[in-house]
């Protein structure tokens, strides 16, 4: 087992201090166990809330206005399940050294990106390419 990283509270990682050193591993494993936290409250808190106004609605404008607002609830919670998944996938790849690389390049994937999508798994140029080329065959 590896040995705790102190962290000050106000680190950010740096361009000036070695890519991917135990710092900025350990900075961006608490910010994904923390995002990974919100997301499971807010879905715990959404189960609470389903199973609470899952009373009778006698009026019918209602009961679609609330079937309506249940449905947009669900589909949110399921984009934060797969969202949960790639937070997943991002704490296991910090667990085996990978981390931060684009896994299309190799290259290292610019800290500003991984600050602002800790999930990332491209560089910025890589994703772009990636979209392109989506684009491109979605239209045929």
Known sequence: MKAEVFLPEDYRPAEDEPFMNDRQLEYFRRKLLTWKQELLDQSAETLEGLQDSARSVPDIADRASEETDRALELRTRD????????IDAALRRIENGEYGYCEVTGEPISLKRLDARPIATMTLEAQERHERRERVHRDD
């Open 79 to 86: 984009r934060q399940r797969k969202l949960v998944s790639k």
